[in-house]
């Protein structure tokens, strides 16, 4: 089912999940993030209760992988 939101991958902190958010709905593509309510309420950044799920639709999987990799690819370059 294409409106199923699987997981594509997983970071340290909000912040950094919000940034790949930010850069996939600027490409057209929906991620919604997940993260354990205690991490979130508390800003913790790291370790399992600091990490964010990033999520996408089903569907949109493989479109979702390649740009990850090119966010990456952009975020090493500069």
Do not use: C, W
Not at 43 to 66: F, I, M, Q, S, Y
């Amino acid at each position: 089912m294409d409106d199923e939101y699987v997981e594509l991958d997983s970071v340290d902190g909000k912040h950094i999940a919000d940034l790949i958010k930010s850069y996939f709905e600027a490409n057209g593509i929906p991620l919604s993030l997940s993260q354990e309510s205690y991490g979130a309420a508390t800003g913790l950044t790291v370790a399992p209760l600091g990490e964010v799920h990033l999520l996408v639709p089903a569907g949109r999987l493989e479109e979702a992988r390649d740009l990850l990799r090119e966010y990456y690819a952009e975020d090493q370059d500069g």
